[in-house]
């Protein structure tokens, strides 16, 4: 069988171009970005920008922030750390503020590291919707310590001075509370949200 040099040149320059197109069939081009919020968070919230890194602390049963994304997207997964001494859920909840939207799930996650759960209904976001993020420890636990999360506070014990724009995030408030107690603006709660940006 005779294959002409033409036909040949034809072939290989599709095989070749294939070969090139081929390296992210696998990834589809909107993913859900796990490190889209917590990497704003640990860039902005830094050791070289006056505050702590992450630390245990709060233990209060409800920890909060809110935050604007700039860009339009979804939000696709959320996550969290358990504390050593807790394997029990939490009850993760999300509201667009700009269009009524309320997501509330129950999870657990890992002791040892950020795990994250995918969302069963994304969060549609628009570039400067506010967004509100609760994470609340499930009724039944035994021990206050139980309530601690990961966080980040200033290193002066100051409060912090919302808004504070990072490079796709603006942070705009946070809150623990619990057991008749109430703190504002006074750390970050270290919850990690999954961004599909469009």
């Known amino acids: 069988m005779k294959i002409s040099l033409k036909t040949l040149s034809i072939l290989l320059v599709f095989i070749i171009s294939s070969c090139s197109s081929d390296d992210n069939l696998n990834t589809p081009a909107n993913s859900c970005n796990e490190g889209y919020v917590i990497t704003e968070v ?117 409060s912090f001075l919302y808004p504070i724009t990072g490079v796709n995030v603006t942070f705009e408030a946070s809150s623990f509370e619990g057991g008749g107690t109430a703190e504002y603006d006074t750390a970050i709660p270290y919850i990690a949200l999954g961004f599909e940006a469009n």
């Open 42 to 158: 640990t860039d902005t919230f830094s050791n070289t920008n006056g505050y702590t890194g992450i630390i245990n602390g709060k233990p209060l049963e409800v920890h909060h922030y809110a935050i604007r994304i700039l860009a339009d997207g979804n939000i696709c997964s959320v996550g969290y750390q358990n504390p050593a001494g807790y394997s029990g859920s939490y009850t993760i909840k999300m509201t667009n503020n700009n269009n009524g939207f309320i997501y509330e799930d129950d999870f657990s996650f890992s002791q040892s590291q950020l795990e994250f759960h995918n969302v069963s209904q994304t969060l549609s976001v628009q570039a400067g919707d506010y967004i509100s993020v609760w994470r609340t420890i499930a009724p039944g636990y035994t021990n206050i310590n139980q309530a601690e999360g990961k966080i980040i506070e200033r290193t002066d014990n100051t």
